[in-house]
């Protein structure tokens, strides 16, 4: 037998309190029915008394808290097992870590919204598989497939400027390692979801794209930034921002959002471009494209369900409150009250 909530089998501490209380009480009625008055008249007034009777009503009282107490853990015994078949779409997210994604044309910054909304993605996926990639002027997978979201939330925390060595941004290449990241032999969508500012300092996007779309592959893009653009901050190592980002003649590079490159790689797969805003309805939109996608098997597991069997305490605990309640205080008696407490009086006398 095993309990659905064990933890309130820590209850089953009240029934030796509630013993331990009764026994202080009968000793506590005890005295205090001593301190009345003559021993021989209280003792033939309390010939009536169904002693016994009381100590059979406690008992049940005790065994129905007992038995209640153990109704709230949920005692189950007998299973069934079945085999449950996961189906959801497979969603690698391609995030752009290059260091134009610390601009603060949007709060607190692009990197920083987009990992937001990966974490909020996450939150609204239903079955379907997410993995991580990672670039700016390489690119690797950071965690593959997986519907473990809470390892993978802890994966996306390590995504930073850095944490690819290559400078740069290479559009083209993270969405190659991306399509590696698929399970070919599943029948799901594959879906990659481009956060990034749009901007691509090589010629290999086209390619990629072409190739994601022969793939059968759907991309979404979204993008992180304003038309007007913002200047891109230097840190030091310790994090300390050290200064803005100059080019080669000594000038301040100011990175904007490249919507219509996004807006292309989006339509040359048959998927849908989406700016960030600041109410987040770009998420709203792609989880509803989501949700319409082919949904294929994820993974099959095996499912056991135990029996709930609290019922038969319940009932038992019930059944016993009723039974106590059935016995008498007072032993069955043909003689009138007023005619033992007048004898009991003359026998005194």
Known sequence: MTFGSPVYLYGLILVPAALLLLIWADWRRRLAIARMGEPQLIARLSQDVNTR??????????????????????????????????????????????????????????????????NELMNRLNGDEVGLTVFSGASFTLFPLTSDYN??????????????????????????????????????????????????????????????????????????GSSAGDVIPEYDEQGQ???????????????????????????????????AMANGSELDALTAELNRLQKGDIQQHESVKRHEQFVWFLALALLLLVVSELIPDRKPSRRTLPGRLFRSIRGVQ
Request: no cysteine; charged share 25%.
């Open 53 to 118: 009777g009381r100590k059979l009503k406690a008992g049940l009282w005790l065994s129905a808290l007992a038995l209640l107490v153990i109704t709230l853990a949920r005692p189950q015994w007998g299973e069934t097992r079945q085999t449950v078949t996961q189906k959801g779409v497979q969603v690698m997210v391609v995030l752009d870590t290059s260091k134009s994604m610390l601009v603060e044309d949007i709060k607190p910054d692009r990197l920083t919204r987009a990992k937001m909304e990966i």
């Open 151 to 224: 390892t993978a939330r802890s994966f996306l925390d390590i995504a930073r400027p850095g944490i690819v060595s290559r400078p740069g941004t290479a559009i083209g290449e993270a969405i190659r390692t991306a399509l590696r990241g698929f399970d070919e032999a599943r029948t799901s969508q594959k879906v990659i979801v481009l956060m990034t500012d749009g901007e691509d300092n090589q010629e290999a996007v086209d390619a990629a794209t072409q190739e994601a779309a022969k793939a059968g592959a759907i991309i979404y893009t979204i993008g992180f």
């Open 241 to 275: 921002l050290i200064g803005v980002k100059k080019d080669r003649n000594g000038q301040t590079v100011v990175s904007t959002l490249n919507e219509t490159a996004l807006r292309d790689i989006a339509a040359a797969t048959g998927g849908q471009y989406y700016p």
